[in-house]
Structure formats: C-alpha cells, structure tokens
C-alpha cells in the first residue's frame, strides 16, 4: 500500500516560521516552540528518586495551561562518530588516533536527544464553514469589526493560517512563559534546558518525517520560512509493507528507511508506574540502537472536564439499567446506586470516576508510542524484540499492522487532536510517564587558558552506548576524589585518563605506592621521568637540594615540618618532640646552613649529617634515624640528590618498596615513613608545578593510596591550598584509595570533599555501607548499593555535582591502550621485560608496543583511512 507525496503531505501540521518570533506556525492556529533538555541519567537514579522526579514532573505539567499541548520524544541513533583533536606530540598522537579509531570501528556509539514541543492554541477556533461559530460571525460582521475579522479567517482559503497580529502576540507571550517555566522547574536535574531555535527544531521535523538519523546531527540544511510540509519527505512516497511476518512503513528517500510502530495502550496494570520508561534492570531508555519514544499530554478545560464526567455518569447509569426498567419508570437513583453496590466492576468504575473527579491533579488525555527505524529490516526485529523485553512489564504496547499510517501521523509534531488510541491520564500520571531520562554525554571541552579551550579528557561510554566526555575541570575546580576495592579497575582507569592528559601540553606526576604507573612512563620515553625508592637504595633525598636560597620561605617551612614528622616515628613519648631550646637550636643552625650554602663568595654543600653536626646533641639523638647509620639515613642523608625536580611532561614516583605493612597504624603523633617520603615527593611537585615553566599549563598531579600523603594534617592542608591556587591555570589533583574509611579518617576531610570537582566510584562487593554513609554523605543507599553492583573493572559510578551528573559509565579500551595500563600480575611482569628491550635499546617504543599487544593475543586497532575520517567530521 502505498500513498503519494502530496497526499502524504496532509500528515504533517506545522506550516513555517511565525514572521514576529523564531517560533513556529502550524496549519491549525497553534504557535508551537520545542526545547532539548539535558535529562536525568537514568543509570544514577534509584527507587527512592522515582517518587520525587514523578511528583516534580506531575505538578509541572498541572501548571499548564489547558490550551497547552505537551509532546515529548526521546530520540535515539546508532550514528555517533568521535573527533580528537590532530596532536604535535608523536606519543599523544597515537593514543588520540587509537582511541578514536576503536571508539568509531570497533563500539558503535549512539547518539540520544530528548525534546519537549509545547503547543500553544488559538483563543479563536475554526469549526470550519457553516458551523455554528460561522454563522454567528457571519451576521455579527456587519456590526462588530472582531467578528468581521473572524468571518474573514474563516473564508481563507486553508482555513487556520490567516491570523491576526494581536492573537499572534498574545500566543508568543504565553508560549514564552510556558518555555520559561519549564527550562526553570526542571533544572531540578537537568541543568541545561536549551530552546531550540527555526532551523534545529526545523531539522528534529525532518527527522521525525524521514526517520533519517542524519537529521538529529548538527550538520546545516536548508531551512524553509514556509510551506514545511511540502519539504520534510526526501523521497516520494510512502508504503506499508510487510516482511517476515511484520508490519513496516517504508519511507523513501537516496536510501529508503523503513519503520515499525508501537502504540502505547496502557502503562502499568492498576495504576501508572513512577519513572515508567525507566527501571533498575534492562532500562528501555539505556537500549541501544534506532528509536523514538514519544508522549504527548494536554488537560481539559474545566468545561471539558464536566463533559467528560457527565458522559461517563450517563455510561455508569446506562450499564445498570434494563430496557423494562425504562418500561414501568424504574429509573430512581436509589435504584442505580443499589445495583452498582450488587456489581464489582461497577463499583470500581465508580469509585475511579469519584477519584478522577475530586482528584488535586487536572485530568487530560494522553498517546504515547515507539517508532524503530533502520536502512536494514532485520535490524528491526532484533531491536523490537529487546525493547518488548525492556518494556513488558511496565508497559503495554500493540505493534501496528493495519494502522502503521495512523501511528505514522500520530507522532508527528503538533498533532491537533489524539487519536482512537489515546487514553485518559491526569497530570500525575503523565508526569509518571514523562520522557525526561537521557545518558548525559559530561563535557565536550574545557576553558585551559583565558580565550582558550581544549577537548574533553578522555571518552567512557554510557550503557546505551552514548559516548560521556570525561573533563574533571568544573567550576574553577579540577579535583578527582577516587574510591574502589583492589582489583577493582580504578587504578587502570586513572592511567588511561592520565595517559590522555598528556595531550594538553603540561606536566602530570604520579605519586604511586606499585608500579602501575611505570608502563606509562616507558611508552612517553624521553618525555617522562621516572623515580623509584626503596628502602634498602642508597640513591635518596638531600633535603637542601630543593632550597632556591638562604632566605626560601617554602624551603624552610618545608624543612621544619620533616623534622617534626620524622619526630613522630620516634617511640620514646618525650622524643616526639623538640623542646623550646632544641626548636630554636634547628632554628638557628638551619639559617647558618643555608647561608653558608648559599655564600656568593664561598659556597659549601648542604647535607642532612652536616646540619645535624651542627646541632646540639640532644638534637641528633632524637634524629638518629634519619643520619649517619640511622635506619632512614640511606633515604633522607645522601650527599647527593638522586631525583631532585623531575622537570618532563611527565613524572612518575614508585614508592612501592617503601610501602608500609597492612596492620601498620598511625594517629595524630605517629606517622610512617611511607608519609614521611610521601610529604617530601609532594613539596618537590608543588615546587616543579609552582615553576614560572609550567605555572599556565595544565598540570595534575595524581596520588595513589592517598591516605599516605593526607593523614598528616598540615601536609593536607599544605596539597589542598596549592590545587587550589593550581585551579586557576587549569591544573588540579587526582587522589585515589582503597577505602572510603581512608577518607573519612584524614584532617580536614570535610574541607578535601567540598574541594572536589568529580567523584569516582569503583565496584566494591565487599564494602560497608556505613563507611560509605560516613565519608560521603551525599549518597543515598540506591547509589550505594549500585556501586557494590558495578562491574569489575568495567563500570565505575560517577558524580560530578556542580553539573548535576550521576550516572554510570562503562570503560572499553583498544587493546595499545590495554598494554599500556594493564596491572595484572602475569601481564605487567611480561611488559615489564618488553619495556626493559627498549631501555636496552634492543626495540623502540613502537615495536614494544606491538609485541606486547601480540603477546596479550589481542586485536591490533586498525587505523582509520580517509573515508572514515570523512564520515567522522560529519557524524562528530
């Protein structure tokens, strides 16, 4: 069956842009304007959000007008391309065109929007030509110029496009005002709420039309002023078709697209479902693939209302009465109430009228649908088949067969009435069945300097396959907060996020207690420095090499506050401490030290046993460990410098071998040596990041086991002031641990939380739900039991506050990648010996690269050629 162009063009309601507004004109009187939402993840939300988000949504939608149409689509395409940004750097290059080349072969990305159209009718409506409203305006003209301007209207020759000036206006305003309240009562949870001007709502037209997904990209198309129905069709006709055993329309166009349809008959059994198209398990809104979901809702007018209760009155009264009740006048209430009481279905009936007519909400009518789309039929069943399993048990649908036109012109855009297969809802329902969860996609990019910008950090995905943009820096801050057990994948994260941020030209450190970060340093090559200590080396810190002068405030403070902490390792209560005499012999001898170092005339080495020698006795006995043949002296009393300022792009400490030992505990007066060598890493990278070389770059420093370095409080304060001040040139910190208790029990914990711009959660099985409660507070019991249910080394839980982002998202690597940041025992220690070929000069980091990938049995990432490209820069 098939219909022709010009027939098919009666489908479509709306007729070009309003001459006053970017708004748009439909054949039937109605201004109509559309809005993208931004959406709730509906990933991050959990029962106790639904009935919230329901009752938020349904009071919205009670705020409307009655001549107010409401039409919502959640629109979703497997089209989604990547574009990174071409790099100079040889090494960021490679990871940039690796991960796109996988990200865009090898994930098939989906693309998702989600608009709201609202409608706004005429005061004046058209009955048409010898109607009621006809004849009276047509004898009224003679005497009053409104009913003679309504008389011409209606003689036009397509009766509902000749409007007058001040209607159109009066209808602009209220469409304004409908359009500003909803982008402000949903900023509740979805922040950016953006009207869609002529050409993008021209462009969701055609997409709605032609079902053709390269309308939902950005791409420009000409965009008609008027007469938008005779350009939405591509091809020349349409044709319901069928095909094993389905019913699809056919649309035709360059390549024909073909569709099957699903009307929505009733959502939920006894009452409306909060949240209806989304659920803990098996989201429909998280399908992947080529969708629409569509609601539309408008209320009654108080009189419709009456109308509607009174025809269902007369249907209740009708149901109880017989044809001889009629015949001897057996027609009293007493009666009908008395048989209703004897009839089960009827006293339900009644008691849903009795609800429906002292309901709070406004009762309305309401049609919702699906519509699946793809060039390949095949694609059609399997995706049909998934969504009927997604759905079922929350949501009825009938897949159309001989009414495919009807549902085709049902989910067109400003539909002037419902159809026969709409249903009665009132606001709370339809707020419970509104379309507002959508996978947010993060940021697409970030300011680094004043009038600069730079691409997102790196690319996760979402569970329906939208890609998210990763970019830490929000709101001035730039402050990662990670949380995960071990082996959980939050370590392989990190390095795959920090690889990528190489690529913005500035210096990232690693403070690690294994070598996770090792790999990583290798693959840089010349570009990364890499420190490792351990406890036995001869080959550790002079204290005084970090001095600039004899008067470096930073240095001296710095220097104090080792002594003091190395202190803290004594056992001896009264050896934790310096007296007032020995503090200012430290004091002294410190100035004395770096004069003498620092002489113009005769400058002399500075080390940690010829500032000891110097100082009174009681003094070095309480710093015996750290000189001389001290336990500690090997590590901090070298003559000689062995890391001094790493100054690359990037640098990685492995302090795995000075790694305290599980039941190790400290407080307030006793610390580790592992915090000890921590806090001495962090002063020499706050010095390279407070650098005149790297002030304006990007820089972020990361700290695994963060506990080591945040336990002790001033050295807390000192890291949580500088990034703070790193912020503001487009740098930050990354810290990360195994347990939220590590958090909960540092110094200024409260002060580290509310710092933070994103927070990165790992599946934890075994994890307690009262650590979790304690250190961060803002999780409810939903999101905490979704973290314990994430999948190992896949999925991570993601929060970013400021952007109202909750959601998960889903780690995929090419296998480069992989062989970069793997951890795994027997996997790093095969790399560990690739990497060693390159320091030997026996391969470059290329051939390393590929054996290890090799060794791995994994997939190598094809390159992408020039048609791909092309394709990208369309699709992106």
């Not at 098939?108 to 608009?115: A, E, F, G, H, P």
């Not at 989201?283 to 009189?303: I, R």
């Amino acid at each position: 069956m098939g219909i022709a162009k010009h027939d098919i063009n009666d489908y479509f309601n709306l007729y070009g842009k309003d001459p006053h507004s970017d708004y748009t004109l439909s054949y039937h009187g109605k201004l109509v304007g559309a809005i993208s939402l931004t959406g709730i993840d509906p990933s991050g939300i959990g029962q106790s959000s639904y009935s919230l988000i329901t009752d938020i949504l349904g009071r919205l939608l009670q705020s409307l007008p009655f001549n107010v149409k409401v039409e919502q689509y959640y629109n979703h395409a497997a089209n989604q391309k990547i574009l990174l940004k071409e790099r100079k750097n040889p090494r960021n290059n490679q990871l940039s065109r690796n991960r796109q080349a996988f990200l865009n072969k090898h994930r098939n990305l989906n693309r998702s929007s989600l608009i709201w159209i609202l409608s706004v009718d005429p005061d004046f409506k058209y009955k048409g030509i010898f109607s009621f409203e006809f004849i009276r305006y047509c004898f009224n003209a003679l005497f009053d110029p409104y009913s003679r301007d309504k008389f011409k209207q209606m003689l036009s020759s397509r009766q509902d496009i000749l409007l007058d000036y001040d209607a159109l206006i009066l209808q602009k305003n209220r469409l304004d005002d409908v359009l500003s309240l909803i982008k402000a009562q949903l900023q509740f949870d979805s922040a950016e709420n953006m009207t869609l001007n002529h050409e993008e709502f021209w462009r969701f037209q055609k997409f709605i039309a032609t079902f053709n997904a390269d309308y939902l990209t950005t791409n420009p198309f000409v965009t008609p002023d008027n007469e938008n129905d005779a350009y939405l069709l591509d091809g020349d006709s349409l044709d319901v078709i069928e095909y094993e055993g389905i019913t699809l329309l056919r649309i035709g166009g360059a390549e024909p697209v073909y569709v099957r349809f699903g009307s929505v008959t009733r959502f939920g059994n006894d009452e409306v479902p909060m949240c209806a198209w989304t659920n803990k398990e098996n989201s429909p809104v998280l399908t992947k693939g080529n969708y629409v979901f569509y609601l539309k809702y408008q209320s009654y007018s108080g009189a419709q209302k009456d109308l509607k209760l009174k025809t269902k009155d007369d249907e209740l009264t009708r149901e109880t009465l017989r044809l001889k009740d009629f015949l001897f006048e057996k027609t009293s209430d007493s009666l009908v109430d008395d048989r209703i009481k004897e009839n089960e279905h009827l006293t339900a009936f009644r008691k849903e009228l009795e609800k429906e007519r002292f309901s709070d909400f406004k009762s309305g009518t309401g049609q919702a649908g699906i519509a699946v789309y793809s060039k390949n039929k095949d694609d059609i069943i399997l995706l049909c088949r998934e969504l009927q399993n997604r759905i079922e048990s929350r949501i009825s649908v009938i897949w159309e067969s001989v009414a495919t036109l009807e549902a085709y012109r049902a989910i067109q855009p400003a539909t002037p009435k419902f159809n026969y297969r709409s249903f009665a809802m009132n606001a709370y329902q339809a707020g419970a069945a509104s379309l507002i969860y959508r996978s947010q996609g993060g940021v697409n990019e970030w300011k680094t300097g004043l009038d600069e910008t730079d691409e997102a950090f790196y690319i996760l995905e979402s569970d329906d396959g939208v890609p998210f943009f990763f970019c830490p820096k929000v709101s001035e801050k730039l402050l990662i907060i990670g949380v995960g057990a071990t082996r959980s994948g939050k370590t392989f994260l990190a390095k795959c996020i920090a690889s990528h941020f190489a690529k913005f030209g500035g210096v990232y450190a690693a403070i690690d207690i294994d070598p996770g970060s090792v790999p990583m340093a290798n693959f840089f090559g010349e570009d990364a420095g890499l420190f490792e200590l351990d406890m036995t080396s001869q080959r550790g810190f002079n204290l005084f090499s970090m001095a600039k002068s004899k008067d470096d405030k930073d240095f001296i403070e710095h220097f104090s506050g080792m002594l003091s902490m190395m202190l803290k390792l004594n056992e001896d209560k009264d050896s934790k401490r310096f007296t007032r005499e020995e503090k200012g012999d430290t004091d002294q001898q410190l100035r004395v030290v770096l004069d003498k170092h620092f002489s113009p005339s005769n400058p002399l080495p500075a080390t940690f046993s010829g500032f000891i020698s110097r100082c009174r006795a009681s003094v070095a006995e309480k710093l015996a460990n750290f000189h001389g043949d001290g336990i500690y002296a090997n590590i901090f009393d070298c003559e000689t410098d062995a890391i001094g300022v790493i100054d690359k792009p990037i640098s990685v400490y492995n302090l795995a071998d000075v790694k305290d030992s599980e039941n190790e505990k400290t407080d307030a007066d006793t610390i580790s040596v592992t915090q000890l060598v921590h806090a001495e890493i962090l002063y020499r990278v706050i010095q390279l990041f407070e650098s005149p070389k790297y002030r304006t770059l990007p820089k972020l420093l990361e700290v695994d086991e963060a506990h080591y370095t945040f336990s002790v409080q001033s050295t807390a304060r000192t890291a949580i002031n500088k990034a703070k001040t790193w912020f503001k040139h487009g740098g930050g910190m990354a810290i990360w641990t195994q347990s939220p208790s590590h958090y909960s029990n540092m110094p200024d914990w409260g002060t580290l939380k509310s710092s933070a711009s994103v927070f990165i959660f790992a599946n934890d099985r075994t994890g307690s739900k009262e650590d979790y409660q304690k250190a961060f507070s803002f999780l409810t019991d939903d999101e905490i039991d979704l973290i314990f249910q994430l999948k190992r080394k896949q999925q991570f839980y993601i929060k970013i506050p400021d952007l109202n982002i909750s959601k998960i998202v889903n780690l995929h690597v090419e296998s480069e990648q992989y062989a970069i940041c793997t951890s795994e025992a027997h996997e790093a220690s095969m790399a560990f010996d690739v990497w060693e070929k390159v320091q030997q000069t026996q391969l470059s980091v290329d051939e390393a690269l590929t054996e290890i990938v090799d060794k791995l049995k994994k997939a190598h990432t094809t390159p992408e050629n020039d048609t791909d490209l092309e394709e990208d820069r369309y699709y992106a």
